[in-house]
């Protein structure tokens, strides 16, 4: 039987060759790695049979090579390959597209940032829901507007009218409600009886958002917020 690994000829019948100790059964098609692995691992094995090992990387270059050994020579010369080195990506031209194969992805966000902008629209008002005379409305402008009683200082919302002579709540300059870009913020002016919203005491130096049915309170006046 002729060795499918080295081509020796062996007895009929024998299992393994009698110089590489390869199996006579394997089949001839066998690669030379598989061939080489199904061997005698030992490789000082004194018959000396050339063996080939080679080992693959997953990009196509040899790992490990075993070179064969020549009678009288010397030991296995184990030599490692050095992968190939891919080529260097060229950089990004500012402005330039990207790849057709999609490899490189833009890291920075250009697109510009969302800005809501202010209601044009918007129309702001507060109508009396308590006091001297029930839904008067009163508008807000852009801007600051001044809540309390007109006396020596002008105000823009004069609630003089809205309470009572005898029971008199609400400081001369109150309170102020500033409209810009499309929100409306409320802050107390050092009064005496305080200013609040939806029940809850505003501070002076404190600027607090109102929303839309907002109830604000200044002095015995209730006033509704209505955007619309």
Same mark, same amino acid.
Do not use: W
């Given at each position: 039987?002729?060795?499918?690994?080295?081509?020796?000829?062996?007895? $009929? #019948?024998?299992p393994?060759c009698?110089?590489?100790?390869?199996?006579?059964?394997?089949?001839?098609?066998? !690669?030379p790695?598989?061939?080489?692995?199904?061997? +005698?691992?030992?490789t000082?094995d004194?018959?000396?049979?050339?063996?080939? /090992?080679?080992? /693959?990387?997953?990009?196509?270059?040899p790992?490990i090579?075993?070179?064969?050994i020549?009678?009288?020579g010397?030991?296995?010369?184990?030599?490692t390959?050095?992968?190939?080195?891919p080529?260097?990506?060229p950089?990004? /031209?500012?402005?330039?597209?990207?790849?057709?194969d999609?490899?490189?992805?833009?890291?920075?966000?250009i !697109?510009?940032?969302?800005?809501?902008?202010?209601?044009p629209?918007?129309?702001p008002?507060?109508v009396?829901m308590r006091?001297?005379? @029930?839904? &008067?409305?009163?508008?807000?402008?852009?801007?600051? +507007?001044?809540?309390?009683?007109t $006396?020596?200082?002008?105000v823009?919302?004069?609630?003089?009218?809205q309470?009572?002579?005898?029971?008199?709540w609400?400081?001369?300059?109150?309170?102020?409600?500033?409209f810009? +870009?499309?929100?409306?913020?409320?802050?107390?002016?050092n009064?005496?009886n305080?200013?609040f919203v +939806?029940?809850?005491?505003?501070?002076p #130096?404190?600027?607090?958002?109102?929303?839309?049915?907002?109830?604000?309170? @200044? #002095?015995?006046?209730?006033l509704?917020?209505l &955007?619309?």
């Open positions: 039987m002729k060795c499918p690994a080295c081509g020796s000829d062996n007895e $009929d #019948g024998a393994f009698d110089r590489c100790k390869a199996d006579l059964d394997m089949p001839a098609a066998l !690669s790695t598989s061939q080489a692995l199904m061997t +005698n691992d030992d000082t004194e018959t000396n049979v050339p063996i080939a /090992l080679s080992e /693959l990387l997953p990009d196509g270059t790992a090579v075993l070179e064969p020549e009678p009288g010397t030991p296995f010369a184990l030599e390959a050095t992968p190939a080195t080529p260097p990506i950089p990004m /031209l500012p402005g330039a597209p990207p790849p057709a999609g490899a490189a992805e833009a890291t920075d966000d !697109s510009p940032p969302v800005v809501d902008l202010p209601n629209n918007l129309k008002r507060l009396v006091g001297m005379k @029930i839904d &008067m409305q009163y508008p807000i402008y852009p801007g600051k +507007n001044y809540l309390g009683r $006396d020596d200082k002008p823009d919302i004069d609630l003089d009218d309470e009572a002579p005898d029971r008199i609400c400081s001369r300059q109150h309170a102020v409600v500033t810009e +870009n499309g929100q409306l913020t409320l802050e107390d002016l009064s005496l305080g200013s +939806n029940r809850a005491r505003v501070y #130096g404190q600027a607090k958002d109102l929303r839309d049915t907002d109830v604000i309170q @200044i #002095g015995t006046v209730h509704k917020l &955007m619309g």
